[in-house]
C-alpha cells in the first residue's frame, strides 16, 4: 500500500485547507483511513479516521473544525481543515489499516505516508 499526500501549505490564523492523499498498492487492505499529525518534539496527536462505508471518528481537539472522507472510487482521502490554528502546524500524515480490530482516530495504523507540512501563522 503507497499513501501519497497533497495539498498542505501555508496559511493564517483561521485559514482553510484541504489535505487529499492517494492510495495505490492493495487498495482492500485500506478499509480503515485517518489523518494525524505531528508537531515537531511532540508524540503523534490525534486526527480523524473513517472506515470504508464513511464511519467517522474525529479527535476532541479538531472537533467541529475538521471534517474527513473518501471517495473510494478514486481511492482517495481528503480532510478539510477549517479555523485553523498555530498549534495546527506540523506534519500530517495518512494513514490506513486493514481495521480488523476497529477504526477510529487513535487506532495503530499499519500504512503510513510521508507526511505533508502545513504551517499555520498569526
Known amino acids: 500500500v503507497q499513501l501519497v499526500e497533497s495539498g498542505g501549505g501555508s496559511v493564517q490564523t483561521g485559514g482553510s485547507l484541504r489535505l487529499a492523499c492517494v492510495v495505490s498498492?492493495?487498495?482492500?487492505?485500506?478499509?480503515?483511513m485517518g489523518w494525524s499529525r505531528h508537531a515537531p518534539g511532540k508524540a503523534r496527536e490525534g486526527g480523524a479516521s473513517?472506515?470504508?462505508?464513511?464511519?467517522?471518528s474525529y479527535a476532541d481537539t479538531v472537533k467541529g473544525r475538521f471534517t474527513i472522507s473518501r471517495d473510494n472510487a478514486k481511492n482517495t482521502l481528503y480532510l478539510q481543515m477549517k479555523d485553523l490554528k498555530p498549534e495546527g502546524s506540523g506534519m500530517y500524515y495518512c494513514?490506513?489499516?486493514?481495521?480488523?480490530?476497529?477504526?477510529?482516530?487513535?487506532?495503530?495504523?499499519?500504512?503510513w505516508g510521508k507526511g505533508i507540512l502545513v504551517t499555520v501563522s498569526l
Open positions: 498498492g492493495d487498495t482492500w487492505r485500506t478499509n480503515c
Open positions: 473513517i472506515d470504508r462505508p464513511g464511519l467517522t
Open positions: 494513514a490506513a489499516d486493514e481495521g480488523v480490530a476497529g477504526c477510529a482516530w487513535y487506532s495503530r495504523f499499519e500504512y
